[in-house]
């Protein structure tokens, strides 16, 4: 069973507008959440965290939200830029993150930026 | 800036060879990992490692072994591939303390035949 669930495999967005990838997970126990950008022949590359004490971080155009009640979260991009187009993973970690238990990580969601 | 390097970018092998497929890290990281990543299935942890000569299983290790010798060296290793094998691997490497992202080498694609 998938403890880390993206369930839109692919998203459009027009250049400009605000990119929305939603992420939603099922263990309780996970308590730190991370999102990784993957290029076509590249390896994920680390994008931006949230601790589960926290609701939201910011960094530059990206933006992430946990909802623990919900247990989802959201990865906010504004404004979208073609260069963001790419395949975006949501990934979860038990008691404190990129440890030596590694990281769960979701199926993943194809942005396409619309010029 | 870290550096994780996966000595092959394409690999081609046949039904029962066996298989290396080798990770370097140059950031002296305690913890090194391999994951596959398929179509619709994402990325799923096979084994990793959190010191020299320590490994443990993770959620998909069945057909495969590892082995860490050296703090900066981990090598997967296929004992006799096989074609549900067939996919791009994915090594890793993070600090030993927590909220340590990871970060990952370009990938080996496999094909098994």
């Known amino acids: 069973d998938q403890q880390v669930k993206q369930n839109s495999p692919s998203l459009s967005v027009q250049e400009g507008r605000i990119s929305i990838l939603n992420c939603d997970y099922t263990?309780?126990?996970?308590?730190?959440f991370l999102w990784y950008k993957k290029y076509p022949a590249e390896g994920p590359t680390f994008l931006i965290s949230?601790?589960?004490?926290?609701d939201k971080n910011e960094d530059g155009r990206f933006t992430v939200f946990l909802n623990k009640s919900a247990k989802h979260l959201s990865l906010h991009i504004v404004p979208s830029q073609p260069g963001d187009s790419a395949v975006y993973f949501c990934a979860a970690s038990l008691y404190g993150g990129g440890g030596a238990d590694g990281l769960t990580f979701g199926k993943g969601t194809h942005l396409i930026i619309q010029p | 800036d870290v550096k994780v390097t996966q000595s092959s970018r394409y690999l081609v092998k046949r039904t029962g060879e066996k298989v290396f497929l080798e990770c370097v890290q140059d950031?002296?990281?305690?913890?090194m990992f391999w994951y596959r990543q398929d179509p619709g299935l994402g990325l799923r942890l096979i084994y990793f490692s959190y010191d020299v000569k320590m490994k443990e299983k993770g959620d998909i290790p069945e057909g495969y072994s590892v082995s860490r010798e050296k703090k900066e060296r981990f090598s997967l290793i296929l004992e006799s591939a096989s074609t549900n094998q067939t996919s791009m691997y994915l090594c890793?490497?993070?600090?030993?303390?927590?909220?340590?992202?990871?970060?990952f080498g370009n990938g080996t694609r496999l094909t098994v035949t």
């Open positions: 890793a490497s993070s600090l030993g303390q927590a909220h340590s992202p990871l970060h």
């Open positions: 263990n309780s126990m996970f308590d730190y």
């Open positions: 950031m002296d990281h305690e913890n």
């Open positions: 949230i601790s589960s004490i926290k």
